[in-house]
Nanobody, 124 residues
């Protein structure tokens, strides 16, 4: 069964940085779409960043492009979300997710069926 565990959330100053981690097996990230999602207060869950199987072709939502970076540790089991220049509107529960790759959909528009429990990031 696919398991994903997020960590690294916490309270961050406006303009500061935070690095989130998602732990899963290499079998998962090498074969599936991987992504970071978030749910901000009063909003639906939204995609933040995704990678194709094998941690290729990173894509970003416009709200975070240039500030956030999705990174896969190719030697291990950790997928990172490096968040820089954080803003109060980045406050959200952040989730790591995985889904089956579809060539027709791609991963940014992919269907994600496996989810971590989430880690809270609060920017103030």
């Amino acid at each position: 069964q696919v398991q994903l565990v997020e960590s690294g959330g916490g309270s961050v100053q406006t303009g500061g940085s935070r690095r989130l981690a998602c732990e899963t097996s290499k079998d998962v990230w090498s074969r599936n779409c991987m992504g970071w999602f978030r749910q901000r207060p009063g909003k639906e869950r939204e995609v933040v960043a995704t990678m194709d199987p094998g941690a290729r072709f990173p894509q970003y939502d416009n709200n975070v492009r240039g500030r956030f970076t999705i990174i896969q540790d190719y030697t291990g089991t950790t997928m990172w979300l490096q968040m820089n220049n954080l803003k109060p509107e980045d406050t959200a529960m952040y989730y790591c997710a995985s889904g089956e790759f579809s060539a027709s959909r791609g991963c940014f528009d992919g269907i994600y069926t496996y989810w971590g429990q989430g880690t809270q990031v609060t920017v103030s």
